[in-house]
């Protein structure tokens, strides 16, 4: 029903800033709410951040709290992750979810739709 592709990623210093891109595209894509995922080798894939399609209610995983900010565009079809502050744990690939009509929140089984992620690498 969805396609989602993530760009934005890239390899940035500790400190810098990175704004990840999530387009959406479909025949059928409305009231989708997103969410922000990341996963790297050795770990459980995470729950980085959360928004209705609204953009009234967020979510954020603790570790990122006052330094990940997550937007959606409705008109573009299209959710952002602006990461500021960035350390070298936040080094993973990230992944963009959606789930049409309800809010997931950070609940990762509850998303349907993948994107194929992009790289983030920070170095110290």
């Known amino acids: 029903q969805v396609q989602l592709v993530e760009s934005g990623g890239g390899l940035v210093q500790a400190g810098g800033s990175l704004r990840l891109s999530c387009a959406a595209s479909g025949r059928t894509f409305s009231s989708y709410s997103m969410g922000w995922f990341r996963h790297t080798p050795g770990k459980e894939r995470e729950f980085v951040a959360a928004?209705?399609?609204?953009?009234?209610?967020?979510d954020y995983a603790d570790s990122v709290k006052g330094r990940f900010t997550i937007s959606i565009d409705n008109a573009k079809n299209t959710v952002y992750l602006q990461m500021n502050s960035l350390k070298p744990e936040d080094t993973a690939v990230y992944y963009c979810?959606?789930?049409?009509?309800?809010?997931?929140?950070?609940?990762?089984?509850?998303?349907?739709?993948w994107g194929q992620g992009t790289q983030v690498t920070v170095s110290s």
């Open positions: 928004i209705s399609w609204s953009g009234g209610t967020t």
């Open positions: 979810a959606a789930v049409r009509f309800d809010y997931a929140g950070r609940r990762l089984s509850e998303y349907p739709y």
